[in-house]
């Protein structure tokens, strides 16, 4: 069995944590499956790792959407509290040119987004009217908290 050591130390493995956080997506009235709510995190000390699937029951409204996180994403400076991961969706109506999606997130938010690369274009940020019932969002991310 491990002893743990109190130690401030800035290179002190001091922090470790595995658990489940039950999502919500927002962006409007968005209700997920009781089976299918949850993404599993493991956190080792600033480090997040989140990932898992879920399932939409139904879905209305519009506007930006978003995937709770069970830690709040960091501050840095610049850019360097921005984090990209893998996102696949099941039954989305992409928009037209749509060439590949990432999930998304930045500092100080508590949120990820879902991003759509267009060809030839700018990125979209995927919008919650686009949900509909038995849709499926699959994500893994990993982020500095």
Known sequence: AGTQV???GANVLDDYEE???TATIGGGSIALHGGADVLSYTKIGRMVHL???LQVSSASGTGTLTISLPFTVGTGNEASMRFTGTVKVRNIDM????????????????VAYIYQNLDNTTELILDAGKISA????????TYFA
């Open 95 to 110: 928009d037209d040119n749509t060439i590949d999606l990432v999930v998304f997130t930045y500092e100080s938010q508590s």
């Open 6 to 8: 109190a130690n401030a």
């Open 134 to 141: 038995s849709d499926e969002i699959t994500i893994s991310i």
């Open 51 to 53: 990932s898992g699937e």
């Open 19 to 21: 658990g489940e956080h």
